[in-house]
C-alpha cells in the first residue's frame, strides 16, 4: 500500500475527503519523523513504537569490487510492533 492508496483509504472510512486525508496524512509522518530525529520515541497504542538505534562503525564490503570499506557509526529508525497489530498480521484478520 502507499501514500495515495492509503488516503483513498481513509477517504472511503471517514467523512474527509481526499486532499484533506493526503494532508492529514503527511502530518502524521511528518511529526513522527521530526520526533525521531530529536531523539525522541513515539509510540502508538495497539500500534507500536517507533525510535531510534545506534549503530557502531564497522567494516563491509563492496559487492561488485570486492573492497573493504569502513561503514561509519549512524542513528537509524527502528520500529516494534505491538502486541495487538503482532496478532492482527499473524490472524490475517481486520478488526
Avoid: C, H, W
Avoid at 52 to 79: C, D, H, L, M, Y
Wanted: net charge positive.
Amino acid at each position: 500500500m502507499n501514500r495515495a492508496e492509503l488516503s483513498q483509504l481513509v477517504v472511503e472510512r471517514s467523512d474527509l475527503d481526499v486532499l484533506t486525508a493526503i494532508y492529514d496524512a503527511d502530518i502524521v509522518f511528518e511529526a513522527v519523523g521530526e520526533a525521531l530525529a530529536r531523539g525522541d520515541n513515539v509510540t502508538i497504542l495497539n500500534f507500536g513504537k517507533f525510535s531510534t538505534r545506534k549503530r557502531s562503525p564497522r567494516t563491509g564490503r563492496n559487492p561488485r569490487t570486492g573492497e573493504i570499506v569502513k561503514i561509519p557509526a549512524a542513528t537509524v529508525p527502528a520500529f516494534r510492533a505491538a502486541k495487538a497489530l503482532r496478532e492482527m498480521v499473524k490472524a490475517g484478520s481486520i478488526s
